[in-house]
């Protein structure tokens, strides 16, 4: 099975301050890689899919990239509503793995 | 607007069964592959199983393989989840899931429902 390695878990920054999440993968997956927001109490919620494609209505701060093994999630300018848990997903052959989570804070 | 209610969870002892149901809406249930993912309490995300729009594919992750069966009722907009032998471990917030595609293994879950609670204790 895929093991996907996201880190950090946890993360603190400013308003304001460009942020990065990354997540690697065990194995080839091409782009079939998603990234997901979850507020506490919430339901997570789709941002990116197939690695670098905004879902929509989802704001243009946020943006994915990579292919293969590598793969970056990052908010170009923070807000306070973007304090949640960010989770990497891939699928592959009938299996779906998320990653360990990132916790977002305010500094 | 596209709703997912999931319900059928509780406090059930280690080794009985529960069937959970989540009722679709607002979107052409019978076009697209569903899942269930969970959740244990402070924990992160875990797929569980996942069926495609004509239950002709299905994937189950391999700590619920042999215990749990997912289906689908295209007619009534309904996906269930039938879990069996439960242990502790499967106590978690269980969460319906929309599919982008039709099919299992090249999509993303663009649609969530609140999750229903699944505790398995004695």
Request: with cysteine; charged share 15%.
């Amino acid at each position: 099975d895929i093991q996907m390695t996201q880190s950090p878990s946890s993360l603190s920054a400013s308003v304001g301050d460009r942020v990065t999440i990354t997540c690697q993968a065990s194995q080839d997956i091409s782009n079939y890689l998603n990234w997901y927001q979850q507020k506490p109490g919430k339901a997570p919620k789709l941002l990116i899919y197939d690695a670098s494609n905004l879902e929509t209505g989802v704001p243009s701060r946020f943006s994915g990239s990579g292919s293969g093994t590598d793969f970056t999630f990052t908010i170009s300018s923070l807000q306070p509503e973007d304090i949640a848990t960010y989770y990497c997903q891939q699928y592959d052959n009938l299996q779906y793995t998320f990653g360990q989570g990132t916790k977002l804070e305010i500094k | 607007e596209v709703q997912l209610v999931e319900s059928g969870g509780g406090l059930v002892q280690p080794g009985r069964s529960l069937r959970l149901s989540c009722a679709a809406s607002g979107f052409t249930f019978d076009d697209y592959a569903m899942h269930w993912v969970r959740q244990a309490p402070g924990k992160g995300l875990e797929w569980v199983s996942g069926i495609s729009w004509n239950s002709g594919s299905i994937g189950y992750a391999d700590s619920v393989k042999g215990r749990f069966t997912i289906s689908r009722d295209n007619a009534k907009n309904s996906l269930y989840l039938q879990m069996n032998s439960l242990r502790a471990e499967d106590t978690a917030l269980y969460y319906c899931a929309k599919d982008m595609g039709q099919w299992l293994g090249g999509s993303s879950f663009d649609y969530w429902g609140q999750g229903t609670l699944v505790t398995v204790s004695s």
